[in-house]
């Protein structure tokens, strides 16, 4: 019966010494989920804080395509003010040669007619 029980015992110590293995690797599969959660935390914040600077950029490009439709259309009116500009500088250019052909032409008129009333005076 003392045999009995000394084998009894000797298998409970090795049940215990599983146990004790056993709940070792409990904690540690414990601790290891706890690591994964955290890191899968880790991740959510990065995913939202990555979403977060693509909603930003996404802002940023919008303002940017505005401005750069302002700016076209600057320059769209740009160009035509200085296609209107050198049409009135161009006219105004045409009216003063006018102006002045017109005065130097009546000044040769004048010169011409004393040239041919003074030669009809000699002629006689």
């Known amino acids: 019966m003392e045999e009995t029980l000394k084998q009894i015992l000797n298998t409970l110590k090795q049940v215990d010494h599983r146990l004790g ?8 599969l414990e601790q290891g989920q706890k690591s994964i959660e ?17 909603e930003s950029l996404e802002q940023h490009q919008t303002r940017l395509e ?6 076209e259309k600057g320059q769209e009116t740009m ?13 105004r ?7 002045k052909t017109a005065v130097l032409n009546k000044q040769v008129y004048a010169v011409e ?7 009809r005076g000699i002629d006689y």
């Open 21 to 28: 293995g056993l709940e070792l690797g409990q904690n540690k």
């Open 38 to 54: 955290k890191g899968q935390k880790n991740l959510e914040q990065g995913i939202i804080r990555l979403e977060q600077r693509q």
């Open 66 to 71: 505005h401005r750069q439709e302002q700016l």
């Open 79 to 91: 160009q035509k003010n200085i296609v209107n500009s050198l049409g009135e500088f161009t006219d």
């Open 93 to 99: 250019i045409i009216d003063h040669v006018d102006a």
């Open 113 to 119: 007619t004393e040239i041919q009333r003074l030669s």
